[in-house]
């Protein structure tokens, strides 16, 4: 479907030339230039002319285009002011998309999106992955559905099952279910990176796994064992929360976890379940 479109393709090259432009590697500028792999992202979605989509890091438009083809509204953001003339040129004839030169991780985004109800599409400047999923996530209204080009490896570390869980798997898998939709070669980008990357598609939960008011502790948790996590859990979890080495024990022998175990290998079930009983040994009785 994607390729029948036809949105007009920009001359990405071309344009910085004539505005006397370079990508800026501090702000992570790669700009996808291949329309297969713009046609992809822009179809990963599933975006429909009722849904209203984010688009972070617009650059030049070349996907904002792709994407006002197919949803109802788009809201690009791009941090760059340098890029916005040329972002509002190139995007001038559509008059469903709407510009914010801003930093994405500075903007609540219920304040652009009263309605709370979007998705998110975008090939982000992958500085900022951990921090943008944090943002997005922990933010009062979360899309249904986020699909991000980011680095390849990056996207693997998310979409592990059970075994092997980082930090940044949990705090995604919490609350939706991450796949990996394709890999992109770098010489879809112009310019060519030193990494491959790849579509990661997430399709949130209608609430995370872990009640939002356990959030808090199933973060603080999980960070207290991986920041030392080739230790074994009950020392890392004593150490990082400043709990007796005797009471870690108790409560990870209460919900069947080997205090010998160490971070990574806990599924998804496992830390939901102790930090539940973490969350009621610590909240106040009444
Ligand atoms: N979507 C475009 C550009 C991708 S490059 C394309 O695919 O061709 C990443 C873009 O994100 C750059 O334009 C960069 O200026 C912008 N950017 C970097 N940091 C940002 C931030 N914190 N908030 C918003 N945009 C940012």
Known sequence: MGDSLNSPEIDVQGLLKRYGLRPDKSLGQNFLIDPHYLARVADAGNITNVDVVLEIGAGLGNLTLQLAERAKEVIA??????????????????????????????????????????????????????NLMRHITSGESRPQRMVLTIQKEVAERITVQSGKLSLLALSVQVYGNPSLVSKVPAGAFYPVPKVDSAILRVDFFPSPLVPEDQLDSFFKLAKASFSQKRKKLRNSVSAGLNVEKEVVEGLLAEVDIDFNRRAETLSLGEWIKLTDRFFRSNSPKN
């Open 77 to 130: 953001v791009e941090i760059d002011p340098q890029l916005i003339p040329i972002l509002r040129r190139v995007t001038s004839s559509k008059k469903n998309i709407k510009i914010l030169q801003d930093d994405i991780l500075k903007i609540n985004l219920e304040d652009f999106i009263p309605s709370g109800e979007f998705q998110v599409v975008a090939n982000i400047p992958y500085y900022i992955t951990s």
